[in-house]
């Protein structure tokens, strides 16, 4: 192999997801179920930080956006549990010959507080991505009661991923 072909490569990928919050759904992130009288309102199960992650390994690899691969017109995926979405985009990434270096999340959330839920969070992306769970960065912060954040009317994710050729 010449030395241009066995060259790392990183490549990196970000993306944001948003969803309103509607009385009895199920609040998911990360794959969690997180006890709250209000939950994402969406064609699949909602989980904001599934979608930001999965449509940030889609930006590394310039794939396009996840409504191109999943419209949310299709039946055959309302109600889907979202981390169906995060295996397809993980194939894609291998398929392409890379794996994940690291991953940042940040999701925005009034309330309520995420400190319980944070490692088991961490631990269903590191799965997902099969990465040591330090590799996994998971913030958590308030909208301080502003926009529709702040006004408990919607759950925001933004995902930053750094991706790392194999061979
Ligand atoms: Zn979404």
Redesign the pocket.
């Known amino acids: 192999m010449s030395q241009e072909n066995s060259r790392l490569e990183y490549r990196i990928g970000y993306s944001r ?3 309103r919050l509607g009385l009895n759904r199920k609040l998911m992130l990360a794959g969690v179920h997180i006890p709250y009288p209000f939950g ?1 309102i ?1 064609h ?1 199960d ?3 930080i599934y ?2 992650l999965a449509e940030s390994i889609l930006g590394a690899l310039a794939l396009g956006d ?1 409504g191109t691969h999943f419209p949310d017109n299709d039946p055959d995926t309302e109600n889907m549990d ?1 981390a169906l979405i995060v295996r397809y985009v993980v194939k894609l990434m291998k398929e392409a010959h890379y794996k994940v270096n690291n991953v940042d999340i940040f999701v925005s959330l009034e309330s309520p507080k995420l400190k319980d839920y944070m490692g088991q969070m961490k631990y269903n992306i590191s799965f997902e991505l099969d990465i040591p769970y330090d590799r996994v960065s998971i913030k958590a912060g308030t909208n301080e009661g502003v926009g529709p954040v702040g006004e408990k009317l919607a759950v925001e994710a933004t995902s930053t991923i750094m991706l790392k050729s194999i061979d």
Do not use: Y
């Open positions: 997801d948003i969803h994402e969406a699949s909602g989980d904001v979608h930001a996840l979202s």
